[in-house]
């Protein structure tokens, strides 16, 4: 009678074979999984419908994601790649869709359900990353072009721009050296297009005085803090 006449409220196999076969099997809270099982447990190939409205289509191992999969959030942000022991692990995609992060694409490497190793962020607005990640942040050595034209090669250490790196301006200036929280820190010169080099120390995006200069046309500090602060419009 069970069988033919499924009880409302309790975890049960409703249709299928669900333990060594192709079977549909409902939990209390309301999620689901209709697909293939092998020993009682959800093994190769099935759907795991999630009460919330999440939902994961692909390969199973034991009862965990394993191996090739897709998961589409309930929001509509859709993840598509590799799984190992019911994680993200191994080379995939994730596409944002709602939120401030909508329109954003990251292609790369995974660990332990986190962005790890090489990969790829493009973002909504154009701009472009290439590079290294650690626990889902930008870490290591990466490039980031941006729409606008400017350009940034060098070390990144937990989503920001820190340690030796070259930044580049659309309009032909250039910083190269020190960086710390995002902001130029250390030793540093600062190329203009006009040919003046500006050699020196900055603190936390500030530069300090005493640098020394290479043109005949002497530039204040107050005239270069000015040109640096339109240039990352301060």
């Known amino acids: 009678i069970l069988a033919c006449f499924p009880i409302i409220g309790i975890s049960q196999c409703i249709t299928g074979d669900c333990f060594n076969g192709y079977g549909t099997y409902t939990w209390e809270n309301g999620d689901k999984y209709v697909g293939e099982h092998k020993d009682g447990n959800s093994n190769g190939y099935g759907t795991y419908t999630y009460s919330n409205g999440d ?27 590799e799984y190992q022991n019911g994680k993200i692990y191994g080379l995939g995609a994730y596409t944002w869709v709602n939120g401030d992060d909508a329109g954003t694409l990251y292609l790369g490497e995974y660990k332990d359900g986190k962005r790890n190793g090489q990969g790829t962020m493009t973002y909504p607005n154009g701009d472009l990353y290439v590079g290294g990640y650690k626990d889902d942040n930008k870490s290591g050595q990466g490039t980031l072009i941006y729409v606008n034209g400017d350009k940034y090669v060098g070390a990144y250490k937990d989503g920001n721009k820190h340690g030796q790196g070259t930044y580049t301006w659309a309009n032909g200036d250039s910083y190269v050296g020190g960086w710390m929280d995002g902001l130029q820190h250390g030793q540093g010169t600062y190329n203009y297009y006009d040919g003046t080099i500006q050699e020196g120390e900055w603190k936390y995006g500030d530069y300090q005085e005493g640098g020394k200069k290479s043109s005949d046309s002497q530039i204040s500090k107050e005239d270069y803090i000015q040109k640096y602060n339109n240039r990352f419009g301060k």
């Open 55 to 81: 939902k994961y289509v692909g390969s199973w191992k034991d009862d965990k994601k394993h191996g090739q999969g897709s998961y589409i959030y309930a929001n509509g942000d859709k993840y598509v790649g």
